[in-house]
Nanobody
Framework: QVQVLESGGGLVQAGGSLRLSCVVS????????MGWFRQAPGKEREFVAAISRSGDNTYLADSVKGRFTISRDNAKNSVYLQMESLKPEDTAVYFC????????????????????WGQGTQVTVSS
């Protein structure tokens, strides 16, 4: 059984930083791309960042480029989202997700390709 567990959310002032972590268990972590998504109150869930299974390729949403960085440590079955220069509009529940299938070494921004999701961690940015 695949389990996805996020941590690291919290309350931060605008301009501050947070680092989200996600650990996955239940299958060979290094075979699958990983992604971060977020959902703000009253809005649809949206893509934030993705990283290929090797970590060589990443893809970031335009809204977070230059501020967020995604990385992974396959030895620790973990993926991270480093968030800098946070804005109030970054306030959301952040979800970590693992690709459903081990396709190729690519960072997938498409939500439907992810099959395993965590419960989410709340990030609140105050102005």
């Amino acid at each position: 059984q695949v389990q996805v567990l996020e941590s690291g959310g919290g309350l931060v002032q605008a301009g501050g930083s947070l680092r989200l972590s996600c650990v996955v268990s239940g299958r060979t972590f290094s075979l699958y791309a990983m992604g971060w998504f977020r959902q703000a109150p009253g809005k649809e869930r949206e893509f934030v960042a993705a990283i290929s299974r090797s970590g060589d390729n990443t893809y970031l949403a335009d809204s977070v480029k230059g501020r967020f960085t995604i990385s992974r440590d396959n030895a620790k079955n973990s993926v991270y989202l480093q968030m800098e220069s946070l804005k109030p509009e970054d306030t959301a529940v952040y979800f970590c997700a693992q690709q459903r299938l081990p396709i190729r070494d690519f960072a997938y921004p498409v939500e439907s390709t992810y099959g395993y999701w965590g419960q989410g961690t709340q990030v609140t940015v105050s102005s």
